[in-house]
């Protein structure tokens, strides 16, 4: 055996998890949704933006975790697809220059219901348990 082989093996059934993985529901959900974030907007008469440019994708962040969670409280599925080329798909939908893409969702009915993430039931990433990520004091 090789002195990387140990790296190797953890690399190999790492990407043989990788292969199982079912990264996108593209090709099966029903709709699918291309969120931007423009950044030239003159809502709110650059109010924060001026201070905190970042704050506008911030706000599209959370408009989207409020779709999330509306839709899961009514049993539908939705899945943030990151593995993509955000420019091409910018150019592919014709969109304006100054409009980022913040998320691109697959909405829709899940094959089945489980109360763990498909990347911790795989093998991926475990989940961290509550008390590693609140602070409980300073």
């Known amino acids: 055996r090789g002195y990387n082989d ?7 059934d790492r990407g043989r998890k990788y292969a199982r993985l079912k990264l ?3 090709k099966e959900a029903p709709v699918q949704l291309a969120i931007f974030c423009d950044e ?5 008469a650059g109010l924060g933006a001026q201070t905190m440019p970042e704050m506008r994708r911030y706000s599209v962040v959370s408009a989207i975790t409020s779709f ?3 839709a ?5 599925g939705v899945g943030w697809v990151s593995i993509l080329d955000a420019k091409r ?3 592919d939908l014709g ?10 969702l697959c909405v829709g009915y899940p094959e089945e219901e489980d109360d763990t993430p ?10 961290m348990a509550i008390d590693d990520l609140v602070i409980t004091s300073l």
């Not at 030239?40 to 709110?44: A, E, I, L, P, R």
Request: net charge negative.
């Open 68 to 70: 999330w969670l509306t």
């Open 89 to 91: 798909l910018s150019e």
């Open 118 to 127: 498909e990347l911790e039931r795989c093998g991926w990433e475990m989940r």
């Open 24 to 26: 996108s529901g593209m």
């Open 6 to 12: 140990k790296n190797n093996d953890e690399e190999n």
């Open 40 to 44: 030239s907007t003159t809502k709110g």
């Open 95 to 104: 969109v304006e220059e100054d409009w980022v893409l913040v998320g691109y």
């Open 72 to 76: 899961r409280s009514v049993g539908i």
